[in-house]
């Protein structure tokens, strides 16, 4: 029997090892070909190809060209982007033939997926489709709207990339010195810190009292919503998790099932649908003491948690599969009574032979 072919563009990232992990024991049916623009990427060695790219987010001209070929190479029966920029790319390539790659390209739209890659684009989608987003302004507004801003919703605030990840680029804005940085930046955003300024402000006390401590960060917790959407706007399911955050990183992943979350949930998904979105959709939230979520980030991927949700019984990969193939992947975590998920790292090597193997051809098969 021909193996199922599956292509993961960027397989490299922590989303590609992520879905590694949830196939580990069930991938005797698959072939796996990875796309990758590092070739020192250990995980990258665990797939069954590995092709060496262009950087879709830096030559994508040269990616356009390469992905060509890869697909008429390998004629896949499903690829898969990891990262934000690979989502906006295949959104690209799949309107250029939306009949024959409806259900081989997982993911949906140009615009969603523009407005999911664009974190000003994202406010301005909220904002037409009536969702609770962090409230937003792009840095390159005039000095007085940026002003005028962060006086109605006061400091901090947080400036970001416009277009970015796992809070690279992020700072804590306190005061209109620091805002004054960031002004013109257009590749930037300001918006509403969704924390407590309780606790910032206690914590610029202790840096003007006693330095700045070595290594520091805002431990709040977050709740992630994962759904699973079909090809033609069917919903598979989907999940909530609380993430406790260390350094930037959800280091405890917990599911959380209170029926306010859920109602929300279920109501923005609902709306994201009718908006045209299919394939994996995640929704980055806060919850405020009443319980009510704001939105701060959208992802048209499956995410760095995923295999966490996998172990918590929430088969997102699987429900894709079935979904847009009608495959049948049996979950070993189904009715997982598993309370809560500990992300840690963990090590990996790969000879280098292997990685000055692929520099040179540009290409490896698992022998």
């Known amino acids: 029997m021909e193996k199922f ?9 922590l989303v590609g090892r992520n879905l590694l992990d949830v ?21 990258i060695f665990e797939f069954d190809e590995v092709i060496l790219s262009p950087s879709v ?10 992905f060509t070929k890869i697909l008429d190479l390998y004629n896949p029966d499903l690829v898969i982007p990891c990262r934000d920029d690979d ?3 295949l959104a690209e390539k799949k309107a250029e033939n939306i009949s024959k790659y409806q259900k081989v390209f997982l993911t949906g739209p140009v615009d969603l997926a523009e407005s999911f890659l664009d974190k000003w684009k994202s406010f301005q989608l909220s904002k037409r489709l009536g969702l609770p987003y962090a409230e ?5 507004m005039d000095w007085s709207i940026l002003l005028n801003f962060t006086e109605k919703i ?9 277009k970015g990840f796992a809070s690279k680029g992020v700072f804590m804005v306190t005061n209109e010195t620091q805002l004054r940085s960031f002004h013109g930046l257009d590749n930037y955003i300001i918006q509403e810190y969704l924390g407590s300024k309780a606790v910032v402000e206690d914590h610029l006390k202790k840096l003007n009292n006693h330095g700045i401590p070595l290594f ?50 279920k109501t923005w998904i ?30 048209g991927r499956f995410t760095g948690a995923t295999s966490a949700r996998y172990f918590l019984g929430f088969d997102e990969l699987g429900n894709h599969l079935s979904l847009w193939k009608s495959l049948d992947l049996n979950c070993p975590y189904k009715d997982s009574l598993i309370h809560s998920v500990n992300r840690s790292p963990a090590s990996k090597f790969v000879s280098s032979s292997q990685i000055q193997g692929l520099i040179e051809n540009g290409f490896w098969r698992k022998s």
């Not at 049916?29 to 796309?35: A, D, R, Y």
């Open 154 to 162: 006061g400091f901090p605030v947080i400036a970001k990339p416009k």
């Open 57 to 66: 987010a830096r030559e994508k001209e040269a990616f356009d060209i390469f």
């Open 216 to 265: 520091h960060s805002f431990e709040d917790e977050k709740i992630s919503i994962q759904a699973s959407i079909g090809p033609f706007g069917d919903l598979g399911g989907f999940f909530i998790t609380s993430h406790v955050m260390k350094q930037g990183i959800s280091s405890l992943v917990k599911s959380n099932s209170e029926e306010k979350y859920i109602d929300q949930a």
């Open 270 to 299: 609902e709306i994201l649908i009718k908006a045209g979105w299919v394939g994996p959709l995640n929704l980055q939230c806060q919850s405020d003491l009443d319980g009510n979520l704001t939105i701060y980030e959208y992802n």
């Open 87 to 89: 989502v906006f790319f």
């Open 5 to 13: 072919k599956v292509l993961f563009l960027s397989g490299g990232s």
């Open 23 to 43: 196939l580990a024991a069930r991938r005797e049916n698959f072939h796996l070909i990875c796309t990758n623009s590092l070739a020192e990427e250990p995980s």
């Open 136 to 140: 937003t302004i792009s840095a390159d």
